[in-house]
């Protein structure tokens, strides 16, 4: 692997196309810091090999922080961007209770976790009975229906319940407040990874809908999308 160059003086994303780089990149629009950007253009295979120059695994978001470490993993990233530069405390309550930190942490891991996982699932089985020869396809579609409506969609359905749920009151964020946090950014592109494929209407989740069109209303999602080459997570279609 080769060794990252820095700027000692600002952030560098490494940006994949069509990833969860997006909501990287919408959160350093929020802080409104200098920042540098490597962009990547996603293929329909394998993520583009040049990840590897700045980490073994190959993936994104990748942030190289200004003393030369490389950070992976969407909410770690964000941990670390919020704490480090949001000064004035816009996006995160650095004296958050035990309970709120519990229940932010519950929500992230709602995206990265369970989500994450079940929405993989679906796509993996999705692009193996598309791209199979034509004379399995028949079993593989079946395999992927008969585990989708037994196990992974009622799964799915059941983190959007619990979203929806997360934002009664009038919450316009899920940690409550004037502006979004670690938790809307991880969700907006789970969120997005279940409705772009059309995995899930969101029809049945007013709330999750309103919050989502909040978040692409804020003028630093608008800014991230020009920069983020494309934004599109309906894998399916382009399989």
């Known amino acids: 692997m080769a060794t990252p160059t820095h700027d000692t003086e600002k952030p560098t994303l490494i940006h994949l196309q069509n990833s969860s780089s997006q909501p990287v990149l919408w959160a350093l629009e929020e802080l409104s810091i200098p920042y540098a950007i490597i962009p990547h253009l996603r293929g329909i295979g394998a993520a583009p090999p040049e990840l590897k120059n700045t980490h073994p695994q190959g993936k994104a978001p990748q942030l190289i922080t200004t003393d030369g470490h490389v950070l ?90 619990v979203l929806e749920s997360e934002l009664k009151d009038g919450r316009e964020w899920f940690m409550g407040g004037d502006a979004p946090g670690r938790a809307d950014f991880v969700l907006k592109f789970f969120v997005d990874l279940a409705v772009m494929p059309k995995y899930v209407k969101l029809d049945g989740y ?23 080459n494309g934004y599109d997570l309906d894998f399916p279609a382009k399989w």
Not at 126 to 153: C, E, H
Not at 206 to 228: D, H, I, N, S, T
């Open 206 to 228: 007013p709330r999750v809908r309103e919050w989502r069109g909040r978040c692409e209303g804020r003028e630093a999602w608008k800014r991230g999308l020009e920069k983020g």
């Open 72 to 161: 992976t993993q969407l909410s770690a990233i964000l941990l670390y961007l919020l704490r480090k530069y949001d000064t004035k405390h816009q996006f995160h309550n650095p004296e958050q209770s035990v309970d709120d930190a519990a229940r932010e942490e519950y929500l992230v891991c709602l995206g990265v976790c369970d989500m994450a996982g079940k929405l993989g699932s679906k796509f993996m089985l999705d692009g193996v009975a598309r791209m199979a020869p034509w004379f399995v396809r028949p079993i593989l579609s079946k395999v992927r229906s008969t585990l989708g409506s037994m196990v992974l969609d009622p799964d799915v359905a059941g983190v959007m319940g």
